[in-house]
């Protein structure tokens, strides 16, 4: 445990749900423990839960850059500027210098990142997109650094994220396809576990027992594909006999068009993201 201690400090500019995950999973796996943390939001009341678990939180931006040896970017992205407009109002320049920004946000890219941060000495850059599983070690994160991030600074966000799931390198111009894959992705999964779940209550199965039934499945099904490596056509094979129940079922999720839904879904973030991405800075 102790020699994957890190002895940095971490702040999150935006405690919501996201920072909440990606600090979870560091806790959890014992990379850091809450007396490391600070943690920023619009609204004291929102950082109840951080005080709680011992984490220094704050409504002042600046503190945050001044505090934390390596700092996560996590508001919404329409939020940025006035986040960033009030830490550089209320910050230490020479506490805040050299220092790494790691962001989550969707749309905003790395050019832009480091344009907003242009006034804080030495700032370097990283954009990474994770999801929310990150909470329960199972997350699924893409990164790409900026120009001035180094390799030590890559070195950490890989062990920061590879601790709790997988994480690797893109291009940066796949990282608004990785926002629709992995950071919606789980909202979609979701969908389908309740909507597994409303069948089997349809068909008596009380609904707690259905719910884990379908979440179980899911699971299961996941890591059959991740654990054999084996093509989801031919994982899929070995569970339809023919004149089975099961191809039954897939006639029917067919003429549903669940497969065009879900690529559906997935261009439909990309949309959203282009128009979040309009606006630069
Ligand atoms: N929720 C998710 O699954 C994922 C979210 N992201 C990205 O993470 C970012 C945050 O998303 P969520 O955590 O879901 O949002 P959220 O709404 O849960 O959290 C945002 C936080 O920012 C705080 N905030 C608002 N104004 C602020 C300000 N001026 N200064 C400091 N903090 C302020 C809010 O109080 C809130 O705690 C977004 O940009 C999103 O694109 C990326 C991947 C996955
Ligand atoms: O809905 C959103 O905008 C964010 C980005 C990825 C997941 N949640």
């Known amino acids: ?36 943390v600070y943690a920023s939001a619009a609204h004291r009341n929102t950082l109840e839960e951080w005080e709680s678990l011992g984490a220094h ?28 407009a009030q830490m550089l109002q ?9 220092k790494l920004f790691i962001s989550v946000i969707t749309a905003i890219t790395l050019e832009s990142l480091e344009n907003i941060l242009v006034d804080v000495e030495g700032a370097r850059v990283i954009r990474v997109m994770p999801n929310t ?29 590879k601790m709790s799931g997988i994480c690797e390198m893109v291009p940066e111009s796949l990282m608004v396809a990785a926002g629709a894959l992995i950071g919606s992705g789980p909202a979609f999964i979701y969908i389908i576990i309740e909507a597994l ?9 009380p609904r707690q027992t259905a719910t884990t039934f379908a979440a179980q499945t899911v699971l299961g099904a996941a890591k059959m594909v991740l654990d ?36 559906d879904a997935l261009e439909a973030c990309v949309k959203r993201s282009d128009e979040i991405a309009i606006k630069k800075y």
């Open 57 to 84: 939180v704050t409504t002042v931006n600046g503190v945050i850059v001044n505090e934390a040896d390596i700092i996560f970017l996590s508001v919404k992205p329409h939020i940025l500027p006035e986040a960033i």
């Open 133 to 161: 599983p990150l909470l329960v070690g199972e997350g699924c994160s893409v990164y790409c650094p900026g120009q001035h991030a180094t390799e030590n600074d890559i070195r950490l966000v890989k062990k920061i994220f």
């Open 228 to 263: 054999t490596n084996r093509h989801t056509g031919v994982l899929k094979e070995e569970v339809t006999s023919p004149g089975g129940t099961t191809i039954s079922g897939i006639h029917a999720l067919e003429r549903g068009g669940i497969r065009a839904a879900l690529m």
């Open 1 to 36: 445990m102790t020699e994957k201690r890190l002895t940095c400090t971490f702040g999150f500019i935006g405690g919501g749900n996201i920072a909440k995950a990606i600090c979870q999973g560091m806790v959890h796996k014992g990379l850091i423990e809450y007396s490391q």
């Open 197 to 205: 779940s409303d069948g089997g209550v349809k068909l008596g199965i």
């Open 90 to 98: 209320t910050y230490n320049p020479s506490k805040a210098a050299h």
